[in-house]
């Protein structure tokens, strides 16, 4: 865990920041009990991306891709959001100049109360039509026919995530590009740092701190690492 003294520097430097951003991955939902992707039991240990979350996929067996993500959505229905993300919509209220990025799929920073968030990889709770511009918010933990056809065009629906080899949605990611350029301070929380364009963020920013349970390719060269669960660094900052 980490020290007082690494915790009191991180809380100084993020008091006098004028300009706060935060990334967030996979790491600060675990306390909820959602699978990440890398880490021990995580999702690609077990289950192939390229059978899952590349468009290649989809196309050649909608129904299994399907399957795995109301399988997803099953689980982080339900699960809670933890006081990592409480700690998050906290830190929202106390600065004017706050941006939340977060790679995540899950929602929990919503349900939490965060209320601007750039989600760069999508969100497990839409559906889009593959064909048309069709799209709609989407609570559904099963459907009779799978994939679900679409209530415009009856093409298939997809999830309304990123997949691998694909881009991301554009006007999110340059708002996520902007608010990391001009932040004085970025807070980097539970992601491994390994998929990229996201984790190109932290190259971009002037000051970054990350709260990670394990080290990261980044860790050595950022200024402040903080080693620990986000459930307890991140209401310890805050
Ligand atoms: P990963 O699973 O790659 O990394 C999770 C990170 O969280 C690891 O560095 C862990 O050490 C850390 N971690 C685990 N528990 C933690 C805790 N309680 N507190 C703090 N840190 C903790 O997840 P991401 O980096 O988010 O993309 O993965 C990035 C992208 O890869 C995902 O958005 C997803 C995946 O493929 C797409 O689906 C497009």
């Known amino acids: 865990m980490a020290g007082q003294r690494e915790l009191s520097a991180a809380r100084e430097r993020l008091a006098a920041a004028h300009a706060v951003a935060v ?28 059978e899952l979350a590349t468009p290649e996929a989809f196309a050649r067996d909608p129904r299994t891709v399907w399957e795995w993500y109301l399988w997803r959505r099953g689980l982080i229905d339900a699960a809670e959001p933890n006081a990592g993300h409480r700690a998050l919509v906290t830190l929202e209220q106390q600065r004017p100049r706050f941006t939340l990025i977060t790679q995540n799929v899950d929602g929990l920073h919503d349900r939490a109360g965060s209320r601007r968030i750039l989600k760069v990889h999508g969100d497990i709770w839409q559906s889009r039509c593959t064909a048309c511009a069709y799209q709609r918010k989407d609570r559904a933990l099963a459907y009779p026919t799978l994939p679900p056809p679409c209530p415009e065009c009856g093409e298939p629906l997809r999830p309304g995530v990123v997949w691998f080899g694909e881009a991301l949605p554009r006007i999110v990611w340059a708002e996520a590009e902007r608010a990391v350029s001009q932040a004085d301070v970025l807070l980097v929380v539970g992601t491994s740092a390994q998929v990229y364009p996201a984790a190109g963020l932290i190259e971009m920013a002037r000051f970054v701190m990350e709260v990670n349970v394990a080290t990261t390719p980044f860790s050595p060269s950022v200024a402040i690492s903080l080693q620990g669960p986000s459930g307890e660094i991140l209401p310890a900052l805050v």
């Open 23 to 50: 990334l967030t991955g996979a790491g600060i939902s675990a306390e909820s009990g959602i699978p990440t992707f890398r880490g021990a039991g995580g999702l690609w240990r077990n289950f192939r991306p390229e």
